[in-house]
């Protein structure tokens, strides 16, 4: 039996060889042989050792942005990473709400997929000689290296590793924090990247839970929502964008941002609020929409004042007369074209092409949300289905938004006050906001009762208020239409008395003509006597 000396005795001398032959294979081995004699090694090597593996570099090429596949990969391995790796790293990957723990680099986890068992590696190579780069990107070169045996090549490249990828996505789209973008008057730049947007973060606490509506409405706006988040291969196979239009109209004050906010939140989308009136053209539009990334709400507010989309119809030659006859002088003529040259050139066409021409398919998954006031303002073209999918009224408060008023501002279901608030409800048109207004305790003595009871005044005086109203308005209507009438009986006067005084001179003329007859009959009877 050989010694524990003797056995690294033997295994230094295996070692000497090794590389006594490796330098003489780099020293006198013919070039022009070493590439047949690697590509045998390697068919050798794949008959020995069964196993194929996939390597992901974290920068691909000469890219300054790290691998969108190496990041999915990453945030997919995370979750594995806290229950096998021994070393880990914690770090707060950004647009993420929490510390995220990842394995270290030379760290190995195994992973299962239809009963296939696979190994990652998170590797890393050190320069040897460090370099100085005006980008600022690491020197170190980061790899996740895949490993599976090959009689499982198709279902890893085909299934597994699309699996990977989308459910690294997801995972990234759950934990980001989400954002509130405008787009900015001129494109500026973050880092070493132009961008036409701006954003804070999106931390409105806005849910359909506290959203004053009724609960049969509620569910079938979420149920909708819900429904359009999971259709991609739907819209793929009928050959439509993946994108949904929502109008959302009624009068001001019956929470139609704050549905924007509860629908962001359901779906945990960014938002992007689109000032119309800072975009300079339609090209710039379409820059902005490139830039929008998925899972988001594209949101335009008040679309009615936006911009005099409904005029845009107008007839050139109209707009060319009018303009001819106006004819101003040089100097107002000067200031009224620099004036027109700083307001949005935005088209009513370049709009729909936005909302669902060619250029709406970038990106995918979105929302449109166009809000207004007035929708009869708006063009038919702009609000048919297609593009506005989906029309929600939001209304007047009634009794059941009023219940859920009532438990978000003073947690109550039921009072004996209920009642009463709900018939004044039913007689009179309140918004929600000024419902909440009323129900918000302003001190620290207000209970339920004196909120409630302050709710039913304020109603009671919005009643008579909109009673003095109507009457007024019954009044003016009144004055106006005995104003009319008086008009139109001086009309017929005026008419009559005409017609009356033609009468007269046509029979003053028809008996001066009798007259002339008369003597004239009279001179031939005296002719004939004589």
Same mark, same amino acid.
């Given at each position: 039996?050989?010694?524990m000396?003797?056995?690294?005795?033997? &295994?230094? %001398?295996a $070692?000497?060889?090794?590389?006594?032959v490796?330098?003489?294979?780099q020293?006198y081995f013919p070039?022009?042989?070493r590439? *047949?004699?690697k590509?045998?090694v390697e068919?050798?090597? %794949?008959i020995?050792y069964?196993?194929?593996?996939?390597?992901?570099h974290?920068y691909?090429?000469?890219?300054?942005?790290?691998s969108k596949?190496?990041?999915?990969?990453e945030?997919?391995?995370?979750?594995?990473?806290s229950?096998?790796a021994k070393r880990l790293?914690?770090?707060?990957v950004?647009?993420s709400?929490s510390?995220v723990?990842?394995m270290?680099d030379h760290?190995?986890?195994t992973?299962?997929?239809?009963?296939?068992k696979?190994?990652?590696a998170s590797?890393?190579?050190?320069?040897?000689?460090? %370099?100085?780069?005006?980008? @600022?990107r690491?020197?170190?070169k980061?790899?996740?290296?895949l490993?599976?045996?090959?009689?499982y090549?198709?279902i890893i490249?085909?299934?597994?590793?699309?699996?990977v990828l989308?459910?690294g996505k997801a995972?990234?789209?759950?934990?980001r924090?989400?954002?509130?973008?405008?787009?900015?008057?001129?494109?500026?730049?973050?880092?070493?990247?132009r961008? $036409?947007w701006?954003?804070?973060?999106? /931390?409105h606490?806005s849910?359909?839970d506290t959203?004053?509506?009724? @609960?049969?409405k509620?569910?079938q706006?979420?149920?909708?929502l $819900?429904?359009?988040?999971k259709?991609?291969e739907y819209?793929?196979?009928?050959?439509?964008?993946?994108?949904?239009g929502?109008?959302l109209?009624g009068?001001p004050g019956?929470?139609?941002?704050s $549905?924007?906010?509860?629908?962001?939140n359901?779906?945990?989308?960014d938002?992007?609020?689109l /000032?119309?009136?800072?975009?300079k053209?339609n090209?710039? &539009?379409r820059?902005?929409?490139? /830039?929008?990334? *998925?899972?988001?709400?594209?949101v335009?507010e008040?679309?009615?004042?936006s911009?005099d989309?409904t005029g845009?119809?107008?007839?050139?030659?109209k707009?060319e007369k009018k303009e001819?006859?106006?004819k101003p002088?040089k100097?107002?003529?000067?200031k009224?074209e620099?004036?027109?040259?700083?307001?949005?050139k935005?088209t &009513?066409?370049g709009?729909?092409?936005?909302?669902?021409?060619l250029?709406s398919a970038?990106g995918?998954?979105r929302l449109i949300?166009f809000?207004?006031?007035?929708v009869?303002k708006?063009?038919?073209a702009?609000?048919?289905r297609?593009?506005m999918?989906?029309h929600?009224?939001?209304s007047?408060?009634?009794?059941e938004?009023?219940k859920v008023l009532a438990?978000?501002?003073?947690?109550?279901? +039921?009072h004996?006050?209920?009642?009463?608030i709900g018939?004044?409800?039913?007689?009179?048109?309140m918004?929600p906001?000024?419902v909440?207004?009323?129900?918000?305790?302003k +001190?620290?003595?207000d209970?339920?009762?004196i909120c409630l009871e302050? &709710?039913?005044?304020?109603?009671?005086m919005?009643k008579?208020?909109?009673?003095?109203?109507?009457?007024?308005e019954?009044?003016?209507e009144?004055?106006?239409?005995?104003?009319?009438?008086?008009?139109?009986r001086?009309?017929?006067?005026e008419i009559n008395?005409?017609?009356?005084g033609?009468?007269s001179?046509e029979?003053?003329?028809?008996?001066g003509?009798?007259?002339?007859?008369t003597?004239k009959e009279?001179?031939?009877?005296?002719n004939?006597?004589e």
């Amino acid at each position: 039996m050989m010694t524990m000396a003797e056995t690294w005795g033997s &295994l230094g %001398s295996a $070692m000497a060889g090794i590389m006594f032959v490796w330098a003489m294979y780099q020293n006198y081995f013919p070039y022009e042989l070493r590439g *047949p004699l690697k590509r045998y090694v390697e068919k050798l090597k %794949s008959i020995i050792y069964p196993y194929i593996q996939i390597t992901f570099h974290e920068y691909q090429g000469d890219g300054f942005e790290r691998s969108k596949a190496y990041m999915s990969i990453e945030r997919y391995l995370d979750k594995n990473s806290s229950k096998q790796a021994k070393r880990l790293k914690a770090t707060v990957v950004q647009d993420s709400e929490s510390i995220v723990l990842s394995m270290q680099d030379h760290e190995e986890i195994t992973d299962e997929f239809q009963g296939i068992k696979l190994w990652w590696a998170s590797s890393q190579d050190i320069p040897i000689k460090q %370099s100085i780069s005006f980008y @600022p990107r690491e020197d170190e070169k980061r790899y996740f290296t895949l490993t599976f045996h090959q009689r499982y090549r198709k279902i890893i490249t085909e299934e597994y590793l699309k699996h990977v990828l989308n459910e690294g996505k997801a995972i990234t789209v759950r934990e980001r924090q989400r954002k509130l973008y405008t787009n900015n008057k001129n494109e500026s730049w973050v880092g070493f990247r132009r961008s $036409m947007w701006s954003h804070v973060l999106f /931390e409105h606490p806005s849910s359909f839970d506290t959203l004053a509506m009724e @609960p049969q409405k509620k569910q079938q706006i979420i149920d909708d929502l $819900m429904t359009f988040s999971k259709s991609k291969e739907y819209y793929s196979k009928i050959g439509k964008a993946w994108k949904r239009g929502y109008l959302l109209y009624g009068p001001p004050g019956t929470g139609k941002s704050s $549905m924007i906010a509860a629908m962001a939140n359901l779906l945990k989308y960014d938002v992007y609020d689109l /000032e119309l009136t800072a975009v300079k053209d339609n090209t710039e &539009l379409r820059k902005l929409l490139i /830039e929008i990334s *998925p899972k988001s709400i594209v949101v335009i507010e008040d679309i009615d004042c936006s911009l005099d989309l409904t005029g845009q119809r107008e007839n050139k030659k109209k707009k060319e007369k009018k303009e001819e006859e106006e004819k101003p002088d040089k100097e107002m003529k000067k200031k009224m074209e620099e004036s027109s040259n700083m307001e949005s050139k935005v088209t &009513l066409s370049g709009l729909l092409n936005f909302i669902d021409g060619l250029w709406s398919a970038c990106g995918g998954e979105r929302l449109i949300v166009f809000t207004t006031n007035y929708v009869e303002k708006l063009d038919p073209a702009l609000i048919r289905r297609g593009r506005m999918d989906k029309h929600i009224e939001l209304s007047y408060c009634g009794f059941e938004a009023f219940k859920v008023l009532a438990k978000n501002y003073l947690n109550i279901d +039921s009072h004996h006050l209920f009642g009463t608030i709900g018939r004044l409800l039913e007689e009179t048109n309140m918004t929600p906001a000024d419902v909440a207004e009323n129900l918000m305790p302003k +001190s620290s003595e207000d209970d339920e009762e004196i909120c409630l009871e302050r &709710l039913i005044k304020a109603i009671e005086m919005a009643k008579e208020e909109a009673a003095r109203f109507k009457a007024e308005e019954e009044e003016k209507e009144r004055l106006k239409k005995a104003e009319e009438e008086e008009k139109q009986r001086a009309v017929k006067e005026e008419i009559n008395s005409k017609e009356n005084g033609g009468n007269s001179a046509e029979e003053v003329k028809q008996n001066g003509d009798i007259n002339k007859i008369t003597t004239k009959e009279v001179k031939e009877k005296e002719n004939s006597k004589e």
